[in-house]
């Protein structure tokens, strides 16, 4: 079946570093892959999305881009900031059925 | 603007009792979901409805239940609340495309003593 991997955290870096979470898949046909984080005390919220190969969403600094080569979509953000300490977790919908990866904890230190 | 709301936040019951979550939206949104999230497992699908008197099982269904008679509530109940349910649940919606991403609730802390 469908399945996404995504590296374990936690994630501990501090401000303004470079932060990349790996994120790879396994789904049959073509899904649509999706990064949602999870700030402390709240649901999930969608934070960019991609539909088909070499879509690159982005939103809030983070980029993340699909690669159908190596069945990847890494989270990228050049510049974290202490406000993006959150649970990063990375999706993906086929035939209707959406599949999430286990979460990354990132924590951001001033 | 639309929202889903997810009531109660937190909730104790003992083992044994019937506990219904309960969860609204107001997206107008045909899908809808009961996920659960305990720490190592990530986020868990329990049941979700395509629309009106739709109810499917998830991966994780057996004592719990739900029922979709209109678009805007999908009540989550357990049946008989086992300590193993205590866990946070989210409540979703989405469009009904393939694309559409899902808008979640807030949660709700369940602890059962």
């Known amino acids: 079946g469908d399945s996404v991997t995504q590296m374990e955290g936690p994630v501990t870096l501090s401000e303004e570093a470079f932060l990349t979470i790996n994120c790879t898949y396994t789904?049959?046909?073509?899904?649509?892959l999706f990064w949602y984080v999870q700030y402390p005390g709240e649901g999930l919220q969608l934070l960019l999305k991609a539909t088909k190969a070499d879509d690159k969403g982005s939103n809030k600094g983070f980029e993340a881009t699909y690669r159908k080569e190596t069945t990847s979509f890494h989270l990228e953000k050049g510049s974290v900031q202490v406000s993006d300490s959150a649970v990063y977790f990375c999706?993906?919908?086929?035939?209707?059925?959406?599949?999430f990866g286990g979460g990354t904890r990132v924590l951001v230190k001033p | 603007d639309a929202e889903i709301t997810q009531s109660p936040r937190h909730k104790i019951t003992e083992t044994g009792r019937q506990v219904t979550l309960a969860c609204h939206q107001t997206w107008n949104h045909n899908n809808m979901f009961w996920y659960r999230q305990d720490l190592g497992h990530g986020l868990r699908l329990i049941h979700y409805s395509y629309g009106v008197q739709d109810t499917n099982k998830g991966e994780v269904s057996d004592g719990y239940s739900v029922s979709r008679s209109n678009t805007e509530d999908l009540p989550l109940t357990l049946e008989s609340a086992a300590s193993s349910q205590t866990s946070v649940y989210f409540c979703?919606?989405?469009?009904?495309?393939?694309?559409?991403?899902?808008?979640f609730g807030n949660g709700t802390r369940l602890t059962v003593t």
């Open positions: 789904a049959t046909g073509y899904p649509s």
């Open positions: 999706a993906l919908i086929a035939g209707n059925k959406l599949t």
């Open positions: 979703a919606s989405s469009e009904f495309t393939g694309n559409s991403p899902l808008h």
